[in-house]
């Protein structure tokens, strides 16, 4: 245990995901090493994300505008949606490089013991943007991207039903190999990649 302010700062960030308590140990030192500067920039940041992030309102990552990078990309494939559970998996995704579609962020996946159901995610946001395209494009494929785990495949088990009264719309999920029971931002771009040009048919 430090004494004041330096054991605040490790309790702090030792609560978030993935930092230990040496991490945070690790981190408190750094930060006690930076010029003010860089802690005012960090600051910043926080206070931000504290106001409020902004969500893109077409496919829900968090964007600085109303229409994310992605989406305003004339360049991006309209006929393809990759569905993932959360804004990181976008990123995990744009990584391999070898998806030139649009994204849909779910949200999260269904998870009835902690109340997670489809109202809570934003499958109803999906199925609009499948059915009514408002620049004039079909959708043709839909690629399930949820994580390998257990609420993942509940997730793309409900949305291949969903997904069935869409005459003409193509359902895919990713190949298996990805490490079961993780999470999709865990896992290489090799294999992710190997996974999205291996994907297969609902
Ligand atoms: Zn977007």
């Known amino acids: 245990m430090y004494e004041g302010p330096v054991q605040d700062l490790i309790d702090e960030l030792g609560k978030l995901p993935g930092v230990g308590p040496k991490s945070a140990q690790r981190i408190a030192f750094h930060l006690l090493s930076v010029e003010p500067t860089e802690i005012d920039r960090l600051q910043k940041a926080l206070q931000r994300v504290r106001d409020g992030v902004q969500f893109c309102e077409v496919c829900g990552t968090v964007s600085d505008k109303e229409r994310c990078r992605i989406c305003s990309d004339s360049r ?3 006929t393809i949606i ?3 559970e959360e804004p990181k998996d ?5 990584r391999t490089r070898e998806f ?22 934003r499958i109803r946001e999906l199925l609009a943007r499948i059915g009514n395209q408002d620049d004039g494009v079909d959708v043709a494929e839909v690629i399930i991207a949820t994580d390998p785990n257990t609420e993942g495949e509940a997730t793309a088990t409900y949305l291949v039903r969903m997904l ?3 005459p003409g719309l193509s ?14 931002e865990f896992a290489d771009e090799l294999t992710l990649g190997r996974a999205l040009s291996g994907r297969r048919a609902m």
């Open 76 to 78: 991006r494939d309209r």
């Open 82 to 84: 990759c569905v993932v």
């Open 90 to 94: 976008v990123q995990a995704v744009e």
């Open 100 to 121: 030139k579609g649009l994204y849909h962020v779910l949200g999260g996946a269904l998870d009835p013991l902690s109340g997670v159901g489809p109202d809570q995610l």
């Open 164 to 166: 069935r009264d869409f």
């Open 171 to 184: 359902v895919t999920r990713l190949a298996s190999g990805l490490p079961m029971g993780g999470d999709l």
